[in-house]
C-alpha cells in the first residue's frame, strides 16, 4: 500500500469509527433506558461489583445486542475500506473475498446470503426479507433460551434452534439453492 492509499484510509477510519462509536454508545443507553422504563428486575450479571469495568454492570441481553450491531457496523465499514477508490482492483478484491471469508466463517442470515451469492443462485428479492426473518426469530429464540438459563443455551438447543431454522429456509428455496446450500452443508462436514 503506498503513503497515499495509507492516507486515504485513515481518513475514512477518522471519521467512521468515531461515528460509529456514537452509535453503539447511543444505543446502548436507549436499550439500557428502555428496559429500566420497562420494569425488567434482570440484575446485573453475577460478579459484577460496583466500581467494576461498565461492561459488567451492563446486562448480557443488552451486551448481545450490542455485539450483533457491532459486527454488523464492522462488516460496513471493512466493505467501505475494500471499496476505497484509492485502492486499485487487486487490493479491493482482496480485501471483498476476505471480508466475505470472514462473514462466511460466523454463519447466520449473512453468511447463506453470501454462499447463495457465490453459488451464483442469489435470494429473490421476495426470498430475502422471509429468510431475514426466520433468522431474526432464530435470534431472538436463542436469546430467550440464554435469558431461561441466565447465561449460555445448551447446546442440544441451540442445534435444535438451528435445524429447525435450516428446515424452513430449506422449504423457501429453488432447486438450484437448495443445491447450492446441500453442497455447502457438505463441505462444511
Given at each position: 500500500m503506498t503513503k497515499e492509499q495509507e492516507t486515504e484510509l485513515n481518513k475514512l477510519l477518522d471519521t467512521e469509527i468515531p461515528a460509529m462509536r456514537r452509535t453503539l454508545q447511543t444505543h446502548g443507553q436507549q436499550m439500557l433506558a428502555a428496559k429500566a422504563s420497562s420494569g425488567d428486575s434482570t440484575q446485573a450479571p453475577a460478579g459484577a461489583a460496583r466500581g467494576g469495568p461498565p461492561s459488567s454492570r451492563v446486562p448480557a441481553e443488552v451486551l448481545d445486542a450490542l455485539e450483533v450491531e457491532m459486527r454488523q457496523m464492522n462488516d460496513a465499514l471493512f466493505g467501505k475500506i475494500a471499496a476505497a477508490a484509492a485502492l486499485n482492483a487487486q487490493q479491493q478484491?482482496?480485501?471483498?473475498?476476505?471480508?466475505?471469508?470472514?462473514?462466511?466463517?460466523?454463519?447466520?442470515?449473512?453468511?447463506?446470503?453470501?454462499?447463495?451469492?457465490?453459488?451464483?443462485?442469489?435470494?429473490?428479492?421476495?426470498?430475502?426479507?422471509?429468510?431475514?426473518?426466520?433468522?431474526?426469530?432464530?435470534?431472538?429464540?436463542?436469546?430467550?433460551?440464554?435469558?431461561?438459563?441466565?447465561?449460555?443455551?445448551?447446546?442440544?438447543?441451540?442445534?435444535?434452534?438451528?435445524?429447525?431454522?435450516?428446515?424452513?429456509?430449506?422449504?423457501?428455496?429453488?432447486?438450484?439453492?437448495?443445491?447450492?446450500?446441500?453442497?455447502?452443508?457438505?463441505?462444511?462436514?
Amino acid at each position: 500500500m503506498t503513503k497515499e492509499q495509507e492516507t486515504e484510509l485513515n481518513k475514512l477510519l477518522d471519521t467512521e469509527i468515531p461515528a460509529m462509536r456514537r452509535t453503539l454508545q447511543t444505543h446502548g443507553q436507549q436499550m439500557l433506558a428502555a428496559k429500566a422504563s420497562s420494569g425488567d428486575s434482570t440484575q446485573a450479571p453475577a460478579g459484577a461489583a460496583r466500581g467494576g469495568p461498565p461492561s459488567s454492570r451492563v446486562p448480557a441481553e443488552v451486551l448481545d445486542a450490542l455485539e450483533v450491531e457491532m459486527r454488523q457496523m464492522n462488516d460496513a465499514l471493512f466493505g467501505k475500506i475494500a471499496a476505497a477508490a484509492a485502492l486499485n482492483a487487486q487490493q479491493q478484491s482482496v480485501l471483498t473475498k476476505m471480508a466475505r471469508s470472514q462473514i462466511r466463517t460466523r454463519g447466520g442470515f449473512d453468511a447463506l446470503r453470501i454462499t447463495m451469492e457465490d453459488a451464483g443462485v442469489p435470494f429473490t428479492s421476495e426470498q430475502l426479507p422471509q429468510v431475514q426473518s426466520l433468522f431474526e426469530d432464530q435470534k431472538k429464540a436463542r436469546e430467550a433460551l440464554a435469558k431461561e438459563t441466565q447465561g449460555t443455551p445448551d447446546p442440544a438447543k441451540v442445534k435444535q434452534l438451528e435445524t429447525a431454522t435450516l428446515t424452513r429456509v430449506v422449504s423457501l428455496l429453488v432447486p438450484a439453492q437448495r443445491s447450492a446450500l446441500l453442497a455447502l452443508l457438505k463441505a462444511q462436514q
